[in-house]
């Protein structure tokens, strides 16, 4: 199981958040993951560190490189996290709805 925690807070980094999005598309090398990032290629293996070490990104060699894509478990899981507050959020805003319209009635 992933450490949810870890998970949170490797998404905080707006960079971090950004490496995901253009890992979206596909496995990538660190240099393609850097390419137009206004940060040096150390840094963005230091955030992948970050985001595999939180197992959002697993990683394999490719030759003399290592490719990087989405953990899809990792997100499901995270996805089933988010899912208790839109479930609660749901239920509120179902109560509100029946409130308003019962008094709208009476």
């Known amino acids: 199981m992933p450490n949810r ?12 958040r950004r490496i995901l999005w253009r890992l979206r598309k596909g496995p990538m090398s660190v240099r393609e993951i850097a390419h137009g990032f206004p940060i040096s290629r150390p840094a963005v293996s230091q955030h ?3 985001l595999k070490d939180a197992e959002l990104v ?30 609660v959020a749901l239920t509120a805003f179902a109560r509100k709805i029946e409130s308003r319209n019962t008094n709208q009635r009476g």
């Open 5 to 16: 925690d870890a998970q949170l807070d490797a998404l905080g980094d707006p960079t971090r």
């Open 48 to 50: 992948l560190k970050v």
């Open 58 to 87: 697993v990683d394999r060699p490719q030759g003399t490189r290592r490719l990087y894509e989405l953990n899809p478990a990792a997100f499901a899981s995270l996805r089933e996290y988010f899912d208790q507050f839109w479930e």
